[in-house]
């Protein structure tokens, strides 16, 4: 659903020339652009983990930490119109508000000049 919901957000966020034509690569491409670009002599990609206690509040909490929050504060793009109400229900029927164990998996791109 929040896939769902994130990209109908973007589709909005183009059809309202809001986007303010910012490019935007897809994330997989980063370090190889890094390398491409002539910058660094080294470059170099770690895969971490960690593990954190969670529950449907702070799922949508880092969801919000996106350009969401932004466009619903200036009122140019509504939860209801993207779904967002709809994601907050499914979270809650979901992961519930009990905190339970998040493994989290992060991609740390390193370049060093």
């Known amino acids: 659903m929040y896939q769902e919901i994130d990209n109908h957000f973007d589709k909005l966020m ?3 020339g809001l986007t303010g034509n910012l490019p935007k690569w897809p994330k997989h491409t980063h370090l190889d652009r890094m390398r491409d ?10 895969f971490l983990h960690h593990v954190e206690q969670g529950d449907a509040a702070r799922f949508l909490e880092m969801i919000l930490t996106n350009a ?3 466009q619903f504060k200036l009122k140019t793009i509504t939860e209801q ?3 967002f109400d709809r ?3 499914a ?4 992961l519930g508000s009990q905190p339970i164990p998040w493994y989290f998996s992060y991609r740390v791109r390193i370049g060093i000049k």
């Open 14 to 16: 183009e059809e309202r």
């Open 37 to 46: 670009s002539g910058y660094f002599r080294f470059t170099r990609e770690l």
């Open 68 to 70: 969401y929050s932004h």
């Open 81 to 83: 119109e993207i779904g």
């Open 87 to 89: 994601l907050t229900r």
């Open 91 to 94: 979270a809650f029927q979901s």
